[in-house]
T-cell receptor, first 115, second 113 residues
Framework: GESVGLHLPTLSVQEGDNSIINCAYS??????FIWYKQESGKGPQFIID?????DKRQGQRVTVLLNKTVKHLSLQIAATQPGDSAVYFC??????????????FGKGTKLSVKP | DAGVTQSPTHLIKTRGQQVTLRCSPK?????VSWYQQALGQGPQFIFQ???????QRGNFPDRFSGHQFPNYSSELNVNALLLGDSALYLC????????????FGPGTRLTVT
């Protein structure tokens, strides 16, 4: 089965509020994590990534937190806007002893932003 | 700079037929990965091509095969189509096999009837 899953399948927030999307992973060997945004009818769009030697990384309006102890990943979106409405996927990449593994995606969380 | 492009955008096939999907990677990228995304699910890794060879493969039957050309473009072939093969097929490219961001194309929507 899938090793990456999300705690909440849907999330509804008010415009201007902060959003937090959570993700659990089960592979201790994963050393690279990515958040993708997918709008209807489009392919996944890269948001932010983080390597396992970090616990926090910030981008423009987004922050990813990695807690390796509990195998938890989160995406924080500040001042959420209607254009942020989409399905968000976390993905992990296993490190097979030096050779890089493929991306393993979770099922996704649908974020709806109310104006 | 064109990103990842895929063709066709939509395709309808009959059960038992064969299909070929095409992908052109982002400029400067030499690694192409293919994913299958069923409705309401996350993408599932099919295989990855680098230097014209299949380097990694996910849990997909041999009916799924691929090819990479010298210009780094790639094809995904599916034989003996099943109804369950209906999905969005995504191509992603990256500048190598390591921890690089994978850029995704818009996908090809395959419907098998």
């Amino acid at each position: 089965g899938e090793s990456v899953g999300l705690h909440l399948p849907t999330l509804s927030v008010q415009e201007g509020d902060n959003s937090i999307i959570n993700c659990a992973y089960s592979n201790s060997a994963s050393d690279y994590f990515i958040w993708y945004k997918q709008e209807s009818g489009k392919g996944p769009q890269f948001i932010i990534d983080i390597r396992s030697n970090m616990d926090k990384r910030q981008g423009q309006r987004v922050t990813v937190l990695l807690n390796k102890t509990v195998k938890h990943l989160s995406l924080q979106i500040a001042a959420t806007q209607p254009g942020d409405s989409a399905v968000y996927f976390c993905a992990e990449k296993l490190n097979y002893g030096g050779s890089q593994g493929n991306l393993i995606f979770g099922k996704g969380t649908k974020l709806s932003v109310k104006p | 700079d064109a990103g990842v492009t895929q063709s066709p955008t939509h395709l309808i096939k009959t059960r038992g037929q064969q299909v070929t999907l095409r992908c052109s990677p982002k400029s400067g990228h030499d690694t192409v990965s293919w994913y299958q995304q069923a409705l309401g699910q996350g993408p599932q890794f099919i295989f990855q091509y680098y230097e014209e060879e299949e380097r990694q493969r996910g849990n997909f039957p041999d009916r799924f095969s691929g090819h990479q050309f010298p210009n780094y473009s790639s094809e995904l072939n599916v034989n003996a189509l099943l109804l369950g093969d209906s999905a969005l097929y995504l191509c992603a490219s990256s500048p190598g096999q390591g921890d690089y961001e994978q850029y995704f194309g818009p996908g090809t929507r395959l419907t098998v009837t």
